[in-house]
C-alpha cells in the first residue's frame, strides 16, 4: 500500500496490476485532501490507511485503476466501501456526478497517461 506522493504512469501502474490482479489496481481518493492510496487487496484496507495518515472516512471513494484498458475504460467507480446510505450513495458505485469529476480530476493529477 501506499499514499502517492509523486504521479505515477501508466506502465507503472501496469507493474503494480500485475502483483495482484493482473488487470486492475484498487484505488481509494481522499476528496477533501486531493489524496490518492493505491495497491492493496481490498478498498477497505486503503481506507484504513488513508484514515491513520489524517483522512475522514467520508471524503474517502473507492474506485479501480484499470492501466490496460482505453482511456474511457481506464477509471471505474466500484467499491463496497462507496456503500454509504449516510451520504445518499446506496450502491457500490459512486452515484453523484459532481463527485466522479472531482474523482476524476484528482486521478488526473496522480496519473499520467
Known sequence: MQILTEPKTIDELRIIAKNIFENLVKAVVDVRRGMIAIDAEMHADLEAYLIENGSTQSDLWG?????????????????MINIRPSQNNRSRTVEDAALQERIAEIVSRWIQK
Open 63 to 79: 474506485i479501480n485503476l484499470l492501466p490496460f484498458e482505453s482511456e474511457d475504460g481506464f477509471l471505474e467507480f466500484d467499491s
